[in-house]
């Protein structure tokens, strides 16, 4: 999985704090996602733990790795994470809408 965003004028990328993440200009991230580290985790049981919880900072105890966070529209932040699901032993890609601490959506594929 590679997602790239090209910017207007050619800048040196710089590291991120993730490995497989770096910065191709000002808020452009080029993401490698074989580089990205992943959590173990039953799909299955993170879709109940947010439809239960919609906090986000009780929903992020259950990733073992740091979400790239990225900052979207109206005051949300996007957060993407690499997740090995334990119940298919696939890996998916789980990104979560979060504004005021909550979770106001999410999109696991």
Do not use: C, W
């Given at each position: 999985?590679?997602?790239?965003?090209?910017?207007?004028?050619?800048v040196l990328a710089q590291s991120?704090?993730?490995?497989?993440?770096?910065?191709?200009?000002?808020?452009?991230?080029?993401?490698?996602?074989?580089?990205?580290?992943?959590?173990?985790?039953?799909?299955?049981?993170?879709?109940?733990?947010?439809?239960?919880?919609?906090?986000?900072?009780?929903?992020?105890?259950?990733?073992?790795?740091?979400?790239?966070?990225?900052?979207?529209?109206?005051?949300?932040?996007?957060?993407?994470?690499?997740?090995?699901?334990?119940?298919?032993?696939?890996?998916?890609?789980?990104?979560?809408?979060?504004?005021?601490?909550?979770?106001?959506?999410?999109?696991?594929?």
């Amino acid at each position: 999985m590679l997602v790239a965003a090209a910017a207007s004028q050619p800048v040196l990328a710089q590291s991120s704090n993730i490995p497989g993440v770096t910065e191709a200009a000002p808020g452009v991230q080029r993401i490698d996602g074989a580089k990205v580290p992943s959590t173990r985790l039953s799909v299955s049981a993170l879709k109940a733990a947010i439809e239960g919880d919609r906090s986000y900072s009780k929903i992020k105890r259950l990733f073992t790795v740091a979400g790239i966070a990225s900052p979207g529209p109206a005051g949300t932040t996007t957060y993407m994470f690499k997740v090995h699901d334990t119940d298919t032993d696939k890996d998916i890609v789980a990104i979560l809408f979060v504004k005021g601490g909550s979770i106001l959506n999410y999109m696991i594929s």
